[in-house]
């Protein structure tokens, strides 16, 4: 047997109940937001495919917290909890079966935003995009059909969204404190524990809340202040 590696992820009650009464737990076809999520998901797929064995040719991954700071997860605080976090289990992968990114540089993948490999190389991009037009919006609008009509299509445009493509193989790594994951299978096995999060005056397994100042925290701002010296 390989190394074990802990990893925690947040589900609802149904999760938790097929979970225990099938065995294991697999991510369906109902859960996937193809409008909204469908760019990113593809990427997700394609990186996964070449790297963690499908052995039960599940379709779609489980998402699961792997670090994050001193910790697996964030820690709770006060706040509203995440609708359909239901529940906390904690279980157990070999590092083989686990695709694992940067959570700060998967927030490039969400806005279609380039990762830089240092100053000079984020500088030059910008100045390209500020040289065919391009603004983030525009980026956006690549990804997300389900808040954009449409696109531009012009070559200098589609060469930049491929490239931008290609920054995102950037974002799997493991040197990073905040790493998330993607499992195809939990099985009963593998369980260490489940708690039931029923504290209402509590977030559970999220840092993407707003905060007092009606903003979110800013992770690609973090991204570079932490890796562009």
């Known amino acids: 047997m390989g190394i074990q590696k802990k990893l925690i992820t947040f589900q609802t ?16 076809e109902k859960h996937i937001d193809r409008e909204k999520s469908g760019y990113v998901y593809e990427w997700v797929l394609e990186k996964m495919q070449e790297s963690v064995p499908n052995l039960y040719n599940a379709p779609w991954p489980v998402w699961c917290w792997a670090r994050f700071k001193n910790g697996v997860c964030p820690p709770r605080h006060r706040g509203e909890p995440v609708d359909g976090f239901d529940v906390k289990i904690t279980f157990h992968k070999e590092e083989k079966d686990i695709f694992l990114t940067d959570y ?41 059909p389900d808040r ?5 299509t012009d070559r200098e445009y ?5 490239r931008i493509r290609d920054s995102f193989d950037r974002c799997v790594t493991t040197d990073s404190d905040v790493l998330q994951g993607c499992v195809w299978r939990i099985s009963l096995e593998d369980v260490e524990k489940i708690e039931f999060l029923q504290d209402k005056d509590y977030t559970c397994g999220s840092f993407n809340y707003r905060r007092k100042n009606g903003k979110r925290f800013d992770w690609i701002e973090d991204y570079y202040k932490k890796y562009l010296h």
């Open 13 to 28: 009650m149904d999760a938790c109940r097929s979970l225990i009464c099938k065995g294991y737990l697999e991510c369906g």
């Open 158 to 162: 589609l060469d930049i969204c491929r």
């Open 104 to 144: 700060r540089r998967f927030s490039f993948l969400l806005n279609n935003t380039y990762i830089p490999l240092n100053k000079e190389d984020k500088t030059a991009f910008d100045k390209r995009l500020e040289a065919a037009r391009i603004t983030a919006e525009d980026l956006k609008a690549y990804i997300r």
């Open 148 to 152: 954009y009509k449409s696109h531009r």
